[in-house]
């Protein structure tokens, strides 16, 4: 069965600093896999996706995230944090053949990024 | 170019009673699906179609309704509502189903409240 977890439900870190948002999987196949970022009263918007290419995925506003398939990882960086930046972060994994959603998804819990001043 | 529109934005229900969310995209997609998301719980599928006359059942289903007569809308129908309904509603769209590993567009969201 496909799983995602989000290993801290809120991270605060200081305007300047560098981002972490930690994401781990669990898929029996090769997944791709997505981080969404939702600002307050919006809707989700995709930050980054990695589909099997290199390992290594830039995204929107700065953000990166790496591919690990031996520590079934992938986390979410940003060398220094904006106040802009302040949402809530989704790691999703979409894996048709490993039991996520019925339409392939599973979606993490979301972790909250403060951005303190 | 609008995307994805959902109206309404908030609704306040009485338990028991019917109403419809509805989503409309204008980009032409295959896939269109409704997702709940409740605070700690991330976001829950519970319908989806991948074509005009085509859907099916998502994790949480329960309670809801869905049609697709065309491409552009995928209206949910909430038949009787429940305290338990309570949360707010995306819908999103794709130009191929999610396992092409295509983007989701997303709708700004429905709050609705069931009293």
């Known amino acids: 069965a496909q799983s995602v977890t989000q290993l801290d439900s809120h991270v605060s870190v200081s305007e300047g600093t560098p981002v972490l948002l930690r994401c781990n999987y669990s898929?029996?196949?090769?997944?791709?896999l997505f981080w969404y970022v939702q600002h307050p009263n919006k809707g989700l918007q995709l930050l980054l996706k990695?589909?099997?290419?290199?390992?290594l995925v830039k995204g929107i506003n700065g953000f990166e995230a790496e591919f690990k398939k031996s520590e079934t990882s992938f986390h979410l960086t940003k060398p220094s944090a904006h106040m802009s930046d302040a949402a809530e972060y989704f790691c999703?994994?979409?894996?048709?053949?490993?039991?996520?959603?019925?339409?392939?998804?599973?979606f993490g819990k979301g972790t909250h990024l403060i951005i303190q001043p | 170019n609008a995307g994805v529109t959902q109206t309404p934005k908030f609704q306040v229900l009485k338990t028991g009673q019917s109403m419809t969310l509805q989503c409309a995209q204008d980009?032409?997609?295959?896939?269109m699906s409704w997702y709940r998301q409740d605070p700690g719980m991330g976001l829950r599928l519970i319908h989806y179609?991948?074509?005009?006359?085509?859907?099916d059942q998502g994790e949480v289903p329960n309670g809801y309704n869905v049609s697709r007569s065309t491409t552009e809308d995928f209206p949910l129908r909430l038949l009787s509502a429940a305290p338990s309904q309570t949360s707010v509603y995306f819908c999103?769209?794709?130009?191929?189903?999610?396992?092409?590993?295509?983007?989701?567009?997303f709708g700004e969201g429905s709050r609705l409240t069931v009293l």
């Open positions: 898929s029996s196949y090769s997944p791709s």
């Open positions: 980009m032409n997609h295959e896939y």
């Open positions: 990695y589909t099997s290419a290199a390992t």
């Open positions: 999703v994994v979409s894996d048709r053949y490993s039991g996520g959603g019925a339409d392939g998804l599973t």
């Open positions: 999103a769209s794709s130009y191929r189903g999610t396992w092409d590993t295509g983007e989701l567009f």
């Open positions: 179609s991948v074509g005009a006359g085509i859907t």
